[in-house]
């Protein structure tokens, strides 16, 4: 059995013109880990250790990335009145809120050293900071 | 260790009468997986590839399945004016939204060779796309 | 290879002032399961039998919970007509369809036997159910 831990590391930036989302497709940097660890069949899990930040798929298309921004404006509004801005400077809560509802984890199968994937599924980090971020994603290999 | 990948394939259909959204439950061919194969303690992952898919749990009832589509008709709105229709003829934007908010991914414990699930709690395949698709769910064991 | 799988005890309470929903912090129980377990590098895979709580991570700051609850209000709100509510008596539909969204399971690596969250980032349970609950949420450990 193998377990090795390695790091995705993605410096963000805080999208104010579209509502505090930026999405960073980092399915290239996840393949350069697969070539680089030596696991056949197993699993890939990647968390961001984070409370502003989760990890997704979609497909990386320019219009559609307009559309999921405008999902998460609409069902999360980053002007609404919230508490947690009083408690600290940061005038944050969107994003914290966001974040919680995307979830911190995914979870992908790697078959033949190779990572199952859809044709056009990419794997995303979406960046609801209202900051620039230095981002590092936790990438474990679990498998044989 | 034993990792084993299997598939579990659906042929959906698109629900244009219900927004598009359709929900399959999937927990018997799990469970015949699990029959079939020697995993006494591990864990089970669920990836849908593709992105107008997810997969979840649900009390399957016919009533909560209503309530559970109208809350997508609701938070993801097929009628809106999308980005992504315009590049592409699919006119499916919002099938991807959707699927993007859901997550393509499910870990399930198991133990004693039995899947921990709660008494009323399924596996669901929800098919959001506005199309008939042939859906092959990577079911992946690992364990011993 | 370790696979040991333990749970995590939860009495909830129905949380009527606050729109059904309650939030607990495990992160303080997750941690002595990992002390009283021999698992180097690994996961942890929580994960939640049942149809009306789930699992996940927030900052757990008193405002960012008030706001985090009044999200689950606005998308999913109890007041709608549900279809569920007319076949079963528990009229809990809108804590199914929560629930259901935010999904029942959540993986963290573990490494050099300490689990990979962010400085802020707890682990929660989400109790949305309208009367109390003895939630048994299992926590499987697997690595080596």
Chains 1, 2, 3 share one sequence.
Do not use: C
């Not at 980092?26 to 699993?43: Q, R």
């Amino acid at each position: 059995m193998i377990v090795t831990t390695r790091k995705i590391v993605i410096d963000t930036n805080a999208n104010m013109d579209e509502g505090f989302i930026s999405v960073y497709n980092i399915t290239p940097k996840v393949h350069d880990l697969i070539n680089e660890e030596y696991i056949t069949n197993g699993m890939l899990t990647l968390f961001l250790p984070g409370t502003t930040s989760g990890i997704g798929t979609i497909e990386f298309e320019n219009g559609l990335i307009v559309d999921y921004k405008k999902m998460w404006q609409r069902i999360v509004p980053q002007d609404l009145s919230y508490s947690h801005k009083f408690m600290w400077a940061e005038n944050n809560a969107h994003s914290h809120v966001r974040a919680s509802l995307m979830g911190p984890s995914l979870v992908i199968p790697i078959v033949n050293r190779r990572l199952i994937l859809g044709q056009y599924q990419q794997v995303v980090l979406v960046e609801f900071d209202n900051r620039a971020r230095n981002r590092q994603i936790v990438a474990q290999f679990m498998g044989e």
